[in-house]
């Protein structure tokens, strides 16, 4: 694993990883404590749920997406945001074509 990202990062420079059925993500900026990665949804799209060890916040940036967090529901729209601790059970649905600001601490290793 790099260590970390180079200082800039051009969106049309950075190559894109499958991020299930419908999504894909960009890795933007990261060191060991931090990791930024946009995720864009195709309307319907699904973000399985899952855990992970990592605090996330989570922006986002355009499209609708139903989220669970734990045993909460909600409706996001563009401009709206979500925090979810370490270990806790979570996941989304994506309503309308958008993407995911997502914000990782400590840096999501499996994602590189």
Do not use: N
Not at 58 to 87: M, N, R, W
């Amino acid at each position: 694993m790099e260590s970390k990202s180079s200082k800039f990062q051009v969106a049309g420079e950075l190559a894109w990883q499958a991020a299930g059925e419908g999504a894909r993500r960009q890795i933007m900026g990261y060191d060991p404590q931090l990791m930024l990665v946009k995720v864009e949804f195709e309307k319907g799209a699904v973000g399985a749920l899952h855990t992970h060890p990592h605090s996330q916040s989570s922006y986002v940036a355009e499209g609708v997406f139903e989220l669970i967090i734990g045993d909460e529901k909600k409706t996001l729209h563009k401009g709206d945001g979500y925090y979810v601790s370490p270990d806790v059970l979570h996941g989304c649905t994506c309503l309308e074509a958008g993407i995911l600001i997502d914000a990782f601490s400590p840096v999501r290793e499996d994602f590189l």
